[in-house]
């Protein structure tokens, strides 16, 4: 079945980067677009970037636009987010999406920027 | 771009029928059928129930369905079960080639 896992989260101090990785399993990965979604503390879902399934395209909310870099290495079946001069306000948790429709979910990780 | 527009709660009683409603523009909902919506129950991850309006993937049961009607689309349960209490995102492509979600609607089975 289709596996998608978040890691790389944790506390962060404003302005640190930080890299979040994303490993799919169970479905043809290079096949499949892929999204990410953040939900900050208690709120709604956030839709922050879209990369295409050979990494061409990429999409990007206005709130993350020059600061967020969505990527993929389809040779090793991984999503990546590279996350530059994070705020106070990026505190959330931080989903892995596959497919356009948003079909399938990771169980997502949890990203704290704080001094 | 600005969040869908969702009711904050709805509320119906086992096997009643309810349906929530997501409101856009003509820039989201009313141009494109690429309208999901999604479960989520609290602390797991949002399980995707309806796409491209109508669509249901083949694990979500039948007594979820999705219309869409100009510039708001809809989602209705039917029989309404316990474990359907929830919230409710829905989502939509937009024409600035983004995606945006409504601001959720939380289910409670009376």
């Known amino acids: 079945q289709v596996q998608l896992v978040e890691s790389g989260g944790g506390v962060v101090q404003p302005g640190r980067s930080l890299r979040l990785s994303c490993a799919a399993s169970g479905f043809t990965f290079d096949s499949s677009s892929m999204h990410w979604v953040r939900q900050a503390p208690g709120k709604g879902l956030e839709w922050l970037a879209f990369?295409?399934?050979?990494?061409?395209?990429?999409y990007y909310a206005d709130s993350v636009k020059g600061r967020f870099t969505i990527s993929r290495d389809n040779s090793e079946s991984t999503l990546f987010l590279e996350m530059k001069s994070p705020k106070p306000e990026d505190t959330a948790v931080y989903y892995c999406v596959s497919e356009w429709s948003f079909g399938h979910w990771g169980q997502g990780t949890r990203v704290t920027v704080s001094s | 771009q600005s969040a869908l527009t969702q009711p904050a709660s709805v509320s119906g009683s086992p096997g009643q029928s309810i349906t929530m409603s997501c409101t856009g523009t003509s820039s989201d909902v009313g141009t494109f059928n690429y309208v999901s919506w999604y479960q989520q129950h609290p602390g797991k991850a949002p399980k995707l129930m309806i796409y491209d309006v109508i669509k249901r993937p083949s694990r979500v049961s039948n007594r979820f369905s999705g219309s869409k009607s100009g510039n708001t689309a809809s989602l209705t349960i039917s029989g309404l079960q316990a474990e359907d209490e929830a919230d409710y995102y829905c989502?939509?492509?937009?024409?600035?080639?983004?995606?945006?979600f409504g601001g959720g609607t939380k289910l409670t089975v009376l």
């Open positions: 990369i295409s399934s050979d990494g061409s395209t990429q």
């Open positions: 989502s939509s492509y937009t024409t600035s080639s983004t995606w945006v």
